[in-house]
């Protein structure tokens, strides 16, 4: 299974993005969901994630800017960050728990999208 990220690019300060990922073809279901980023320099961390059992977890550097969501219909994850700063800069990786067709389940990351916040 393969997680296709998309809607990074360049946005100015104070912009937002919103993310997407799901999964290329189709697949059953999507679970535990989430983002982490890697700025330039810098460890990977965690951003956003949608546990199993429907808990929401936040990095407290972007909670209240940045919001993860789930569309079960259309198995895609999202994050709509706002009030994006410099230091939004970042490759961004998204992380589903996905279900097949044929009942398997795996643990599967997108190749990352970059996010460049500047003027």
């Known amino acids: 299974v393969q997680l296709q990220a998309s809607g990074g690019g360049l946005v100015q300060p104070g912009g937002s993005l919103r993310l997407s990922c799901a999964p290329a073809?189709?697949?059953?279901?999507?679970?535990?969901v989430g983002w982490d980023r890697q700025a330039p320099g810098k460890q990977r961390e965690m951003a956003a994630r949608?546990?199993?059992?429907?808990?929401?977890k936040y990095a407290d550097s972007v909670k209240g800017r940045f919001t993860i969501s789930k569309d079960n219909a259309k198995n895609t994850v999202y994050l709509q960050m706002n009030s994006l700063g410099p230091q939004g800069t970042a490759v961004y990786f998204c992380?589903?728990?996905?279900?097949?067709?044929?009942?398997?389940?795996?643990?599967?990351w997108g190749q990352g999208t970059l996010v460049t916040v500047s003027s």
């Open positions: 949608i546990t199993a059992d429907g808990q929401i």
């Open positions: 073809g189709s697949v059953w279901k999507i679970n535990g």
């Open positions: 992380n589903a728990v996905v279900g097949t067709w044929s009942g398997d389940w795996g643990d599967y």
